[in-house]
């Protein structure tokens, strides 16, 4: 933590001293720029002001001498004598246009070393001097021009001339040219106060030294980098990667500005590390005295962190042993009231009471494993208490039956359940128990437990539903209630006889599109003591298909909180193949349902139940009849040849005969009093096995499976009442005899076996 201290704290600082160098330098830049173009206008104005005054003088000469020509080696002396800037004056004249006159007088005065003047004239020299450069271009110069520096080998210097025409009558008749000697702009060079390290230097238009404080400098030309900064008419300032000067090495600063009445330019060339120097010592002075801070902070924080971690590593090591779960042993006492005393101390209480919570881990687990236990094993029982999820009928493969049971939880409030009620009839039923888990499932064990042992004395599903809710309601303090659909398949026929109590519509498929049987339906199992509950008759055809299941499959949600649905459920089994498997019915809804919901938790219980028939359904004669005794021995001869020509044994032809008159001409009598308009209709279907016969009638509601037996001890001539033979003697000769009653009316099924089964099964 100390050298994560250190290395932030010197990352910080030496990000700091980045920033204020980079400022301070901009700084002192900025400072330099300012102080080396004030002194570079103030060279230039010097140098301008020594040049203006020898400009000045010439062209005054040249005014005057152009009307005083004889006085013109006087005028000379008096300008030399007052001008030191100058070293030699002549006012050359243009020599006649005839070859024999001989040339003008045209005197020359300069300065001697001791100071003192001398004249000639300048027509006696050898070369003549109106053949020489500075004279043919000083003709030109009305205003006055300086001509070109160049080394004086008689007076072993440098010099410059500065040149005006001598004009007269608007021609120029001569020149005056002044000598100057470049000593005055070495000593003006050399008087300024530069920088340390700096050095100045004046350039001639053709980008010659004039003047340079290296005196090896002068006369040399400029190099190209620097002649193209100074080719400005204006004060330039500008950084070069190299000097001229053999004495300074590294980057350089120009500074310019140009000499008024010239084509000089005078320049200041500053050293950058002379800009920087003192910006670097302070810096490196900073650096040391903050890298001293840092070792101290250093030190500091690595005393403070000893002391600190002194009692934390104690803790990390109580922490190591609470990690491999050992929690008995001892903290140090706390020496500090401090933020480490406080953690101490924390510690140690999170340690007590983390052994403690640990117990109490340790019973809940032990608890959840013994319930995780009861609930595997109460997960057997209900399992226990459902029948195979698949059946097919074993004596005559009329039907099939497939089942599926999904619990939300462990157990599940679902049901399902099938039996056999007699040989001839099959119960199946599906249910759904209000809430879920354990309370569900107990509730559903009751209502399976209770159905089974009420189906055979109810017989039918209604019966049976009400039978069911009168014990459910009884004791009933938490208000459990259950959806039960109830059905009676005749395993002869395929008729199938439904029942609901509040649950879901049972769907029918296998012929065309899928059809919802909406029926009435009564109040759920458990509420309400007093609830009837209406029957539906359907005949299952070959092939149909009748599926029956609870709401966890139309009200399965997915991850929008979409609800599957009806609809969709029945749109499911339409993809399903006429032809197929039962079990194909429920795989296909079961697999759409798991693509809808996806990876949403299932939230209710799933059961799924198809019954398909695979019997042929045999031929059903119906005969309907008003309720009058007239049409009823009519319908009875009627009845009689149709059993003749289904080949029906004349025994039972006879016995059957007898039984429907009695039966009819009674509901004809008793069931419609006072003469009232009914109907009366039997249906007759041989079978393999038996006959059966259905009497259905609109008539007063009455049960004859009800009715008492009557008592047949002595002679039946000396009995006062002789009521209830008939029923007596229906029940007696007839194999089988069913009541039922629904919004049609009263009705009766009555099973005739022929006699050599009966003798064969006695």
């Known amino acids: 933590m100390a050298l994560w201290v250190l290395v932030g704290s010197a990352v910080v600082l030496a ?19 300012r102080e080396a ?22 062209r005054m000469l040249a005014a005057i001498i152009g009307s005083r020509q004889d006085d013109a080696e006087p005028l000379l002396r008096d300008t030399l004598a007052a001008d030191l800037d100058m070293d030699g ?37 050898a070369n003549p001097y109106w053949n020489s450069n500075w004279f043919l271009g000083g003709l030109g110069c009305s205003n006055g021009c300086w001509q070109r520096p160049f080394f004086s080998q008689s007076r072993h210097r440098q010099l410059i001339n500065y040149s005006v025409a001598i004009r007269r009558g608007g021609h120029p008749v001569g020149v005056i040219n002044a000598d100057v000697t470049l000593d005055w702009l070495h000593r003006i060079l050399g008087s300024l106060a530069k920088p340390a390290g700096a050095y100045a230097f004046v350039l001639d238009s053709d980008g010659n030294f004039l003047a340079h404080d290296n005196p090896a400098m002068v006369g040399q030309r400029g190099m190209p980098a620097l002649l193209g900064v100074l080719a400005s008419d204006r004060a330039e300032s500008t950084r070069l990667p190299k000097a001229q000067n053999p004495r300074v090495n590294g980057p350089v600063w120009v500074y310019s500005a140009p000499i008024e009445g010239t084509r000089w330019r005078f320049g200041l060339v500053i050293p950058e590390q002379h800009i920087y120097a003192g910006v670097r010592h302070i810096f490196l002075l900073s650096l040391a ?87 595997e094993i109460a997960h057997q029982i209900q399992l226990g208490l459902l029948p195979s999820e698949h059946y097919l009928d074993a004596v005559c493969a009329q039907f099939e039956l497939h089942a599926a049971l999904r619990p939300a939880r462990a157990v599940g409030g679902d049901l399902y359940s099938y039996f056999m009620l007699d040989p001839q009839r099959f119960f199946v039923m599906v249910g759904d128990v209000s809430d879920k888990g354990i309370p569900a499932a107990l509730f559903m064990a009751q209502t399976i437990t209770l159905a089974k042992v009420l189906a055979p004395r109810a017989q039918t599903p209604r019966s049976l539903l009400q039978l069911l809710n009168l014990e459910l309601c009884r004791g009933n303090d938490s208000c459990m209630f259950a959806t039960l659909l109830c059905g009676l398949l005749d395993t002869g026929s395929g008729s199938l006889l439904l029942a609901s109590a509040g649950h879901e519509p049972p769907i029918l498929c296998g012929r065309g599109a899928p059809q919802l049987l909406e029926f009435p339906t009564g109040a759920v199992l458990g509420l309400y003591e007093d609830s009837d509950y209406h029957e539906h008759r359907l005949r299952l055809h070959q092939g149909e298909t009748l599926l029956m299941y609870t709401d966890g499959i139309t009200e399965a949600s997915n991850r929008e909180q979409r609800m599957y649905g009806i609809e969709r459920t029945v749109e499911s089994l339409a993809m399903v193949p006429p032809a197929a498997p039962t079990a194909d019915y429920i795989e296909r809804l079961l697999g759409d349902v798991d693509h809808f919901v996806a990876d949403a938790a299932q939230t209710d219980d799933i059961t799924v139940l198809a ?33 003749e020509d289904a080949e029906v044994p004349a025994s ?28 009366i209709r039997l249906l007759l279907q041989p079978q393999p096995e038996a006959v059966v016969v259905e009497l259905i009638d609109d008539g007063i509601a009455f049960d004859p499976l009800q009715s008492a037996a009557p008592d047949l001890t002595g002679d039946l001539a000396d009995r006062e009442q002789l009521g209830g033979l008939g029923i007596h003697l229906a029940r007696t000769m007839a194999s089988e005899m069913r009541y039922t009653r629904d919004a049609d009316g009263n009705h009766l099924l009555l099973r005739f076996a022929y006699p050599n089964l009966d003798e064969s099964s006695s």
Not at 15 to 33: D, K, M, V, Y
Not at 620 to 643: P, Y
Not at 652 to 677: A, I, K, Q
């Open 37 to 58: 173009a004030s002194l570079a206008a103030n060279a230039g104005g010097q140098i301008q002001a020594r040049i203006d005054r020898v400009a000045v003088s010439a």
């Open 89 to 125: 004056l002549a006012a050359a004249f243009r020599p006649s246009a005839d070859p024999a006159a001989p040339p003008p007088y045209s005197p020359f005065v300069r300065r001697l070393d001791h100071g003192s003047l001398a004249a000639r004239d300048l027509s006696r020299d």
């Open 15 to 33: 990000a700091t001293g980045a920033l204020l160098l980079g400022l301070t330098r901009a700084q002192i830049l900025e400072h330099t720029h």
């Open 611 to 643: 019954l398909t028939w695979h019997g042929a359904t045999p031929p059903v004669a119906r005969i309907s009849i008003g309720a009058q005794l007239v049409d009823v021995f009519g319908a009875l001869d009627r009845c009689e040849n149709l059993l």
């Open 652 to 679: 039972l032809r006879s016995d059957m005969r007898l039984v429907l008159e009695e039966l009819m001409v009674n509901t004809v009598e008793y069931g419609y009093p006072d003469g009232r308009p009914g109907q």
């Open 289 to 375: 005295l903050g890298l001293l801070a840092l070792l101290g902070v250093a030190l500091i924080t690595l005393l403070t962190i000893r002391r600190t971690m002194a009692p934390l590593k104690v803790l990390v090591d109580r922490a190591e042993r609470v990690a491999r779960g050992e929690l008995d042993f001892e903290l140090p006492p706390a020496l500090r009231p401090d933020e480490v005393g406080r953690l101490t101390q924390s510690f140690d209480q999170m340690r007590r009471e983390l052994a403690l919570h640990l117990e109490d881990l340790a019973r809940v687990a032990r608890e959840k494993q013994r319930l995780a236990s009861e609930l």
